[in-house]
């Protein structure tokens, strides 16, 4: 079955500080993924998504993510974070209906 | 406009009562979701609704029900829930049935509705 794994379940950045979050996929073709945001008590709101083709993928934010096959990896990137970044972050596999990892929660230190 | 439009956002209820979520969407789609999210957790699928049919029970209590009046439209019936029901309930939709989620099916959540049941 198709699933992402998030290893961090709370990382703390400088603001101004680079930023990079972890997902790992298990799945044998490619997959279909996704990064979201939620804010507290928000829904989600989607940042990128990957389906085929170029594996550096852009979305809302400023935000980044690459896809690297031989790592089994779909990680998420920003330059310089701002404190409104603060929230947790899921990584998702498009499977049948959406499989989300358990996620990570960003603090951004002023 | 990528919008789902859930109602109530909160709703307290006690154990014997019946109530109801109610979720619709103008885009289009034709794939509707219902997801639970309990507190610092990812969401959970509950169930999928795909061109109006229910596709997915991920094995919920019967104390949910689900309705998909139309093509716009998804509810969740609630009956002698426990308090441990209690969590965010997340309605979402995408543009294509599950039978073609393999084309890339990107899913839009509401805000959710809060649901304390006391």
């Known amino acids: 079955a198709q699933s992402v794994t998030q290893p961090d379940i709370h990382i703390t950045v400088s603001e101004g500080a680079s930023l990079e979050l972890r997902c790992n996929y298990s799945y044998g073709a490619t997959p279909y993924l996704f990064w979201y945001v939620q804010s507290p008590g928000q829904g989600l709101q989607l940042l990128l998504k990957y389906f085929s083709g170029d594996t550096l993928v852009q979305g809302i934010k400023g935000f980044e993510a690459e896809f690297k096959r031989s790592q089994s990896s779909f990680n998420l990137r920003k330059p310089s974070v701002h404190w409104s970044d603060a929230a947790e972050y899921f990584c998702a596999v498009g499977a049948q209906g959406m499989r989300f990892g358990a996620g990570t929660r960003l603090t951004v230190k002023p | 406009d990528t919008e789902v439009t859930q109602t109530p956002k909160h709703l307290v209820m006690g154990m014997t009562n019946k109530k109801s979520l109610k979720c619709e969407q103008h885009?289009?789609?034709?794939?509707m979701y219902w997801y639970k999210q309990k507190a610092k957790k990812p969401p959970e699928l509950m169930f999928v609704y795909s061109y109006e049919k229910l596709s997915i029970n991920e094995s919920v209590p019967s104390r949910f029900s689900p309705e998909c009046p139309n093509s716009s439209l998804l509810n969740l019936h609630l009956h002698a829930l426990q308090p441990e029901d209690s969590a965010l309930y997340l309605c979402a939709s995408s543009l294509r049935g599950l039978r073609a989620y393999q084309a890339g099916n990107t899913i839009y959540f509401g805000e959710g509705s809060w649901l304390t049941v006391v």
């Open positions: 885009m289009g789609h034709r794939a």
